[in-house]
């Protein structure tokens, strides 16, 4: 099943939910319309039980994604009105709730917003040429999609504080040294890499690779007591499942 948006593509079939960033005129620039249907696909993803794994990519070949609009973003009347109106709907918080696994393939550009989608999903494989980079703070702003968390949960407080505050663009093999990305392949590979992931992840159990999801998640916000009893407690609920 194939939904029809203007902004990104969506798919569902046998199990597996497509996204694709489908701006590629201008590096697939996140706008207001984009993350309205973003969060539309966001929402079929959350409540199709049929849906196990979800595959996200940037269409054309420049780049996954360069961030915000910023066409758009100088048309509102201030920063803090276009912010407000970027705010009127929670994605960020719909995304991080969803208990299925996402796999993020990148390619090129991928900054800013682009960068954050990427740190909302699971695993993300990058191609050679990657580019990333969150380089608000050289147009007087911060990350606001929650790329000054996650970007230090995956990659450690110190190296999150200088890519926020110098804006510096790492390269493939950096993100992979940081632990921004899971693996690096070529650009002709990439999508086969995410086929491949993503048929290896339908073969897993929906409520187990939640429950994983959920383990791990939670866990890196508990202290290492209470983690080991929710990991316990996670454990008997997939045991009882399976009886």
Same mark, same amino acid.
């Given at each position: 099943?194939?939904?029809?948006?203007?902004?990104?593509?969506?798919?569902?079939?046998?199990?597996?939910?497509?996204?694709?960033?489908?701006?590629?005129?201008? &590096?697939?620039?996140?706008?207001?319309?984009?993350?309205?249907?973003?969060?539309?696909?966001?929402?079929?993803? *959350?409540?199709?039980?049929?849906?196990?794994?979800?595959?996200?990519?940037?269409?054309?070949?420049?780049?996954?994604?360069?961030?915000?609009?910023?066409?758009?973003?100088?048309?509102?009347?201030?920063?803090?009105?276009?912010?407000?109106? *970027?705010?009127?709907?929670?994605?960020?918080?719909?995304?991080?709730?969803?208990?299925?696994?996402?796999?993020?393939?990148?390619?090129?550009?991928?900054?800013?917003?682009?960068?954050?989608?990427?740190? #909302?999903?699971?695993? *993300? &494989?990058?191609?050679?040429?990657?580019? #990333?980079?969150?380089?608000?703070?050289?147009?007087?702003?911060?990350?606001?999609?929650?790329?000054?968390?996650?970007?230090?949960?995956?990659?450690?407080?110190?190296?999150?504080?200088?890519?926020?505050?110098?804006?510096?663009?790492?390269?493939?093999?950096?993100?992979? *040294?940081?632990?921004?990305?899971?693996?690096?392949?070529?650009?002709?590979?990439?999508?086969?890499?995410?086929?491949? #992931?993503?048929?290896?992840?339908?073969?897993?159990?929906?409520? &187990?690779?939640?429950?994983?999801?959920?383990?791990?998640?939670?866990?890196?916000?508990?202290?290492?007591?209470?983690?080991?009893?929710?990991?316990?407690?996670?454990?008997?609920?997939?045991?009882?499942?399976?009886?």
């Amino acid at each position: 099943m194939t939904s029809a948006f203007q902004t990104i593509l969506f798919s569902k079939e046998n199990g597996l939910a497509g996204i694709t960033l489908n701006r590629p005129e201008v &590096i697939n620039a996140y706008s207001v319309q984009m993350r309205d249907e973003l969060y539309q696909a966001l929402e079929a993803v *959350r409540e199709d039980d049929k849906v196990a794994v979800v595959v996200l990519q940037g269409a054309g070949e420049k780049g996954f994604c360069t961030g915000a609009d910023l066409k758009e973003f100088g048309t509102a009347p201030s920063q803090a009105v276009a912010r407000s109106v *970027r705010f009127e709907r929670d994605i960020w918080g719909l995304w991080a709730s969803i208990q299925k696994p996402f796999i993020c393939l990148l390619h090129g550009y991928v900054m800013g917003s682009g960068l954050e989608m990427a740190l #909302l999903c699971d695993i *993300r &494989i990058a191609s050679e040429d990657v580019a #990333l980079a969150l380089p608000e703070a050289g147009l007087g702003m911060i990350p606001a999609a929650g790329g000054t968390q996650t970007l230090s949960r995956a990659s450690g407080l110190s190296s999150a504080l200088e890519m926020v505050l110098t804006g510096r663009r790492l390269t493939a093999w950096e993100a992979l *040294r940081l632990g921004l990305v899971s693996r690096v392949v070529p650009r002709e590979r990439l999508h086969a890499e995410g086929d491949a #992931l993503a048929r290896e992840l339908l073969r897993r159990s929906p409520s &187990i690779m939640g429950l994983l999801k959920e383990a791990v998640n939670r866990g890196a916000e508990l202290p290492l007591a209470s983690a080991l009893e929710m990991e316990e407690k996670l454990a008997l609920q997939a045991a009882l499942a399976r009886m």
